[in-house]
């Protein structure tokens, strides 16, 4: 009985190997990490651009933005990272 072959896109004995393009998934995660980056700094700029123009939302108006943009980041991480990948080819 052979061994199977293990390399690129082939599952080995030991672990397990994830379809696609190996560029294409690291530019995807890191797009992912940008995303929710942004997402949070906007958040956290809302948050204090609330507390500064209204004083008496403060501390709740910060941490009630903040809390959303941290939120909308991690919608947008599992967005992304649920979304199929998508295949060269023609357009439907």
Same mark, same amino acid.
Request: charged residues 15%; positive net charge; hydrophobic residues 40%.
């Given at each position: 009985?052979?061994?199977?072959?293990?390399?690129?896109?082939?599952?080995? &004995?030991?672990? $397990?190997?994830?379809?696609?393009?190996?560029? !294409?998934?690291?530019? !995807?995660?890191?797009?992912?990490?940008?995303?929710?980056?942004?997402?949070?700094?906007?958040? #956290?700029?809302?948050?204090?651009?609330? #507390?500064?123009?209204?004083?008496?939302?403060?501390?709740?108006?910060?941490?009630? $933005?903040?809390?959303?943009?941290?939120?909308?980041?991690?919608?947008?991480?599992?967005?992304? !990272?649920?979304?199929?990948?998508? &295949?060269?080819?023609?357009?439907?």
């Amino acid at each position: 009985m052979t061994e199977p072959e293990a390399g690129p896109g082939k599952a080995g &004995k030991k672990g $397990f190997s994830l379809p696609g393009n190996p560029a !294409q998934r690291l530019a !995807q995660s890191s797009s992912a990490g940008y995303d929710l980056a942004a997402n949070v700094l906007v958040g #956290i700029g809302l948050g204090w651009a609330c #507390i500064h123009f209204f004083p008496a939302t403060s501390p709740w108006g910060f941490l009630g $933005f903040m809390a959303l943009g941290i939120a909308s980041g991690f919608w947008q991480l599992f967005r992304t !990272q649920l979304r199929p990948s998508r &295949k060269p080819g023609p357009k439907p």
